[in-house]
């Protein structure tokens, strides 16, 4: 006699419920999805909070003065006294000049023999400065802060004699949003995005992948869950370590870098969480062109995280790229994102940019989970 049982059956949400519980399993016990999730994003926070600047600071020049006297020392100590420069004196400028071929300065501030005398003419007295052009950016800032300190100079050298410095034009300069001008506080908020980026869609993919290969996806596809409900615990439990990611992030650029965050933290959340799902659509989608996870994870790097590096605003400016470039950028999620959280961080809610960036979000979101879920079916070819 052959006896047939029913299978038993639950229902929806106790499914669902317990592939949930099954996500979380799994990534509390697999090491690397933890390494990705925290030490990797922990990781960048200290390298890019710490180790990395767009900054000029303690640039090393030369100081090349051929007639010292009074005038010079007083320019030299102005130099001396700002935390933009490291000032190496030289005796000549022969001696200046090699020390910027051999790379030990960035620059060469050179005051001629008559600077004394000329600097008590009607037209003053011009100063030479040499700059390595070598590293662009460095050059322009070196030359601006140079700029800079011999305005000041002049100024304070016409105040302490009682005059007046005749300048054609007076600025007033008035920096906003960022006024201690730290590239920090621009670098750290981008941040966010990299690592939503991270742990949405590059250890989504690796974690599918994974699961193609031992096999323990193609066992969820014998039970009575369906195709959504699967979809729905591995969103879920990503979502939640995701949201994690994120709050671990904001609060270090808070508390640890000091990063003003002067916009709303719940409308902060809501544009991560659209985001995240956005991020996680993403990682999904790749999961269903590659059951490897090598190919997974060259696909998820080279199409989600380089791209949200290097082309979502994060470093560089996208107005000062290419036009082509520019176009391309548009299909690159973390652009809108990393727009919205450097505004809420820097600016607060300026919703002339939330808004739009916001909405791009939304539909890419929809866009990539909407192409998981119709390309996902319950069969293993």
């Not at 320019?75 to 910027?100: C, D, I, K, N, R």
């Not at 941040?191 to 599918?208: E, N």
């Not at 996870?293 to 791209?307: K, M, N, S």
Request: charged share 15%; aromatic share 10%; with cysteine.
């Amino acid at each position: 006699m052959i006896l047939q049982t029913k299978p038993f059956r639950k229902n929806g949400s106790m499914r669902l419920r317990a592939l949930v519980r099954k996500e979380f399993l799994q990534i509390v016990r697999d090491p690397s999805s933890i390494a990705i999730a925290f030490l990797m994003p922990l990781f960048l926070l200290l390298l890019f909070g710490h180790g990395v600047s767009l900054d000029a600071d303690h640039v090393p020049i030369a100081f090349v003065a051929e007639q010292p006297s009074a005038d010079t020392r007083d320019f030299e100590a102005s130099l001396l006294g700002s935390h933009y420069f490291s000032v190496v004196h030289h005796g000549s400028m022969p001696e200046a000049e090699q020390a910027l071929r051999e790379g030990t300065v960035n620059a060469v501030v050179r005051l001629r023999a008559n600077f004394g005398e000329r600097l008590r003419r009607p037209d003053g007295a011009p100063i030479q400065a040499i700059v390595n052009g070598v590293d662009a950016n460095t050059a322009r800032l070196t030359l601006g802060y140079l700029e800079g300190a011999w305005g000041n100079w002049l100024t304070r050298r016409a105040a302490s004699n009682d005059k007046q410095l005749n300048t054609p034009v007076i600025m007033e300069q008035r920096i906003w949003f960022n006024s201690e001008l730290k590239s920090r506080n621009f670098l750290v908020p981008g941040l966010v995005a990299i690592i939503m980026t991270l742990i949405g869609a590059l250890l989504t993919a690796l974690v599918m992948a994974r699961e193609w290969e031992r096999g323990t996806l193609e066992a969820l596809l014998v039970t009575p869950a369906t195709m959504t409900e699967i979809l729905l615990g591995k969103i879920i439990a990503y979502f939640v370590l995701g949201t994690g990611g994120m709050l671990m992030t904001v609060g270090l650029a808070v508390w640890l870098f000091g990063v003003p965050l002067r916009g709303s933290f719940w409308l902060l959340w809501a544009c991560a969480s659209l985001f995240l799902l956005a991020a996680l659509g993403m990682g999904l989608t790749i999961s269903t062109l590659a059951r490897n996870q090598f190919v997974a994870g060259q696909i998820a790097i080279v199409g989600t995280f380089l791209p949200a590096f290097l082309l979502s605003g994060f470093i560089f400016d996208i107005e000062s790229m290419p036009a082509a470039v520019q176009a391309i950028t548009h299909v690159v999620v973390a652009r809108y994102f990393v727009s919205i959280v450097q505004t809420l961080f820097l600016a607060g809610d300026v919703w002339a940019v939330v808004l739009p960036n916001a909405l791009a979000l939304l539909l890419m979101a929809v866009l990539f989970l909407g192409v998981t879920w119709r390309k996902s079916r319950k069969r293993l070819e």
